[in-house]
C-alpha cells in the first residue's frame, strides 16, 4: 500500500456489532458526521439489533455510507459468525481501507482478523467503550474472552480507551500494553436547553414534584431494580420524589409489575430519541450499573447542569467528581435516597453542582477535541 500524502483522503472502515441506543453507536455517528471536513473518507459497516433494542437513528450521505451486514449480531453463531467475517474480509477486499477502525467486542474480534489476514498494511484500531470482565459473563467465558482480546491487542496497531481506568484494568490482565492504548474521552454535542421555559411537561412526564431520571438499558448489568428499592425509600421519606426511567430491555416487564404492585411514583417512558429535551424536566440523574465504561447519558446530564448521582464503576469517576460535580456511591439504595433527600431540603446547592458539572463537562467532553484526537491518531498511524 502506498504511503499516502496527507492532502488526500484517507480511507477508514468503521466496524461495529450493532448500532444500537447507547454511547459506542452515538460517538460513531459523531465521527462519521465530523471526520470528513478533516479529510477521512468513511464507510461503516454494521450488523442487527436483538429485538429488545432500539436501534440508534443516524444518516448516511455519500461521504458518510454505511453497510448493514445479514450475518452480523451480538449472538455466538459458529456458521453466523465465519459468514459475518467472510462478508467484512470481502467488503475490505473491495473497498481497500487504509485503516479499519473496530468497536465493541464481536466486531473487534471478526474486523481485526479480516484486516490482518488480508492485508498487513492496513492499520488496524480498536476502541474499547469499556469491557466485559466484570459481571457479563461466567469465570470460564471471561477467562476465554481475555484470553481472546491479549491474541488481538498483539494484532492491533492502536488501542482506543474512552477513559483512564478502564485501559488499567485491561493492561493489568494482560491485554495490551500501556504504551499502544491512547486515551480519547468521548465527544458530547451540548445540549440545547430550554430551561427558560421550563414546562415541567413533556411526552408524558408530569409537571409536578422532584424528578429523578435514570437512562439506560433494562438489563441485569445496569442494575435497574435498584431504582425500584431507592423509590421504596423514598416513598415512605418523602411523597414528593418521582422517577423517570428512559429505556427499555429484558426486565421491562418485571419492573412494570413490581411497580404496579407497589404503587411506587416511577414512569418507564422506553426508548427515547430527545434526551436533552428530558433532562430539561428533571432534577437528578442517576446510575445504578455494575459495570460502565464512560456513559454518554452522564455527560448528556452535566451538560444540562444537571447533577449526576453514580455508583463508582469503570471511568464513572472521571466524569464525575465525587463532591464537586456530582456524588459516587456504593449499591445500596440508601446513599442514594440520602443524596436526593439532601437536594430535597438544598436547591440552591442542587443549582451550584449542577453550574460546575457543565463547566467541568464543557471543558473535558467537547466534540472538537474529540474529532482532532481521532485525526491525529489516523494521520500518525500512515506517517508512521
Not at 504504551?179 to 408524558?204: A, Q
Not at 421504596?232 to 430491555?249: H, Q, R, T, W, Y
Request: net charge positive; aromatic share 8%; proline share 3%.
Amino acid at each position: 500500500m502506498v504511503k499516502l500524502n496527507m492532502k488526500d483522503k484517507l480511507r477508514v472502515l468503521r466496524i461495529i456489532t450493532r448500532m444500537n441506543v447507547g454511547g459506542p453507536s452515538y460517538q460513531i455517528s459523531q465521527l462519521l458526521s465530523g471526520l470528513s471536513d478533516l479529510g477521512f473518507e468513511h464507510h461503516l459497516l454494521f450488523g442487527n439489533c436483538p429485538a429488545t433494542e432500539k436501534e440508534f437513528d443516524f444518516l448516511t450521505s455519500d461521504v458518510n455510507k454505511s453497510t448493514r451486514l445479514k450475518h452480523l449480531s451480538t449472538k455466538i453463531n459458529a456458521m453466523s459468525d465465519l459468514r459475518a467475517f467472510i462478508e467484512i474480509r470481502h467488503f475490505m477486499k473491495q473497498w481497500k481501507p487504509d485503516i479499519v477502525h473496530t468497536h465493541t467486542a464481536k466486531a473487534g474480534l471478526l474486523g481485526r482478523l479480516a484486516a490482518f489476514s488480508l492485508n498487513r498494511e492496513i492499520k488496524i484500531v480498536h476502541t474499547f467503550h469499556g469491557h466485559l470482565l466484570t459481571g457479563y459473563f461466567t469465570r470460564t467465558f471471561t477467562y476465554i474472552v481475555i484470553t481472546i482480546e491479549k491474541i488481538l491487542a498483539k494484532l492491533s496497531n492502536r488501542l482506543i480507551s474512552v477513559g483512564t481506568i478502564v485501559a488499567s484494568d485491561l493492561v493489568k490482565k494482560g491485554i495490551g500494553t500501556v504504551d499502544k492504548f491512547v486515551i480519547i474521552n468521548p465527544g458530547v454535542e451540548r445540549p440545547k436547553s430550554k430551561k427558560n421555559d421550563r414546562t415541567r411537561f413533556h411526552r408524558g412526564v408530569r409537571r409536578d414534584g422532584f424528578k429523578v431520571l435514570w437512562i439506560g438499558r433494562l438489563v441485569e448489568i445496569k442494575n435497574p431494580e435498584l431504582v425500584i428499592e431507592i423509590s421504596k425509600f423514598m416513598k415512605i421519606k418523602s411523597s414528593n420524589v418521582e422517577f423517570l426511567i428512559a429505556g427499555d430491555g429484558p426486565l421491562r416487564t418485571a419492573l412494570e409489575v413490581q411497580i404496579r404492585q407497589l404503587q411506587l411514583p416511577i414512569q418507564i417512558l422506553g426508548w427515547r430519541d430527545d434526551v436533552p429535551t428530558l433532562l430539561d424536566e428533571v432534577d437528578l440523574v442517576i446510575q445504578t450499573s455494575h459495570n460502565e465504561g464512560t456513559p454518554i447519558s452522564l455527560i448528556q446530564a452535566q451538560l444540562a447542569g444537571i447533577p449526576v448521582i453514580s455508583t463508582s464503576v469503570g471511568s464513572i469517576p472521571e466524569i464525575v467528581t465525587d463532591g464537586v460535580t456530582g456524588h459516587l456511591v456504593s449499591h445500596d439504595y440508601e446513599s442514594f435516597a440520602r443524596i436526593i433527600e439532601y437536594y430535597l431540603k438544598h436547591t440552591e446547592e442542587l443549582e451550584a453542582v449542577g453550574q460546575r458539572a457543565r463547566n467541568f463537562a464543557l471543558q473535558k467532553f467537547s466534540i472538537q477535541r474529540f474529532l482532532t484526537d481521532h485525526a491525529n491518531l489516523y494521520r500518525q498511524l500512515i506517517n508512521k
